[in-house]
């Protein structure tokens, strides 16, 4: 079974520019996660999708953050204008529906604020 | 709100020997998951072990096993005859059970190094 796919695996921007992940969740997880890991610290959920229905984005800063995920099966995390303590990595995670199935997580994507 | 506190930064042990690695919660609720996952330097999140909660009996994946004290809200992994395929970031989540909402919590985990 494929994995999640997430791309680019590494981005560098300067500040105040704009930039977007992808996300390609395991083939039908209806159930989809964007986390945000900043360095040495444990990922924090921003944004959780059942199909394309957000279900909690209580901690996702709306004012430059948002996120898609129009079909209901791959999804875009977008930051404009990035700020330097958006450098972290953003992990996307998919699941089955249903509270007893685990999150399979992608690699990740590396982002850089100069 | 629930809060995982991992209060080991580091620890580091010889190949073979057993490591038990320290995770406290909180939460109000009384029917959640506990889960421990690996991150190695390739980034990836992967899932060592889950308890759910209102198991007693503590869960094992072969050389990992975990003590679980819901009253004291304690959720500490063992890894037993460690290798050097171990060492990696060592996470506790937590995940609620209600709502639909089920999102990780996660603590700022312990980075686990196996000597050889």
């Known amino acids: 079974e494929a994995g999640v796919a997430q791309s680019p695996r590494y981005k560098i921007i300067e500040k105040r520019q704009s930039v977007a992940f992808w996300c390609n969740p395991i083939s039908g997880h209806a159930t989809l996660y964007w986390y945000q890991q900043i360095l040495g610290q444990g990922p924090k959920l921003l944004i959780q999708f059942q199909n394309n229905g957000v279900v909690d984005d209580s901690q996702l800063p709306k004012d430059r953050f948002s996120a898609e995920r129009l079909k209901g099966v791959d999804s875009t995390l977008k930051i404009q204008p990035a700020k330097l303590e958006d450098s972290a990595v953003y992990l996307c995670?998919?699941?089955?529906?249903?509270?007893?199935?685990?999150?399979?997580f992608g690699d990740g994507t590396r982002l850089s604020i100069l | 709100a629930q809060t995982v506190t991992q209060s080991q930064p580091e620890m580091s042990v010889q190949e073979a020997e057993t490591v038990t690695l320290s995770c406290t919660y909180d939460?109000?609720?009384?029917?959640?998951?506990l889960f421990w996952y690996k991150q190695p330097p390739s980034r990836q999140m992967i899932l060592v072990i889950r308890q759910e909660a209102y198991k007693q009996q503590n869960a094992t994946e072969n050389r990992f096993s975990v003590n679980f004290q819901k009253a004291a809200k304690s959720f500490s992994l063992k890894i037993s005859d460690s290798q050097l395929g171990d060492t990696a970031m060592y996470f506790c989540?937590?995940?609620?059970?209600?709502?639909?909402?089920?999102?990780?919590?996660f603590g700022k985990g312990t980075h686990l190094i196996i000597q050889p």
């Open positions: 989540a937590f995940r609620g059970r209600g709502g639909g909402a089920d999102g990780l919590t």
């Open positions: 995670a998919s699941s089955l529906s249903g509270d007893r199935q685990p999150q399979h």
């Open positions: 939460t109000s609720e009384s029917n959640y998951y």
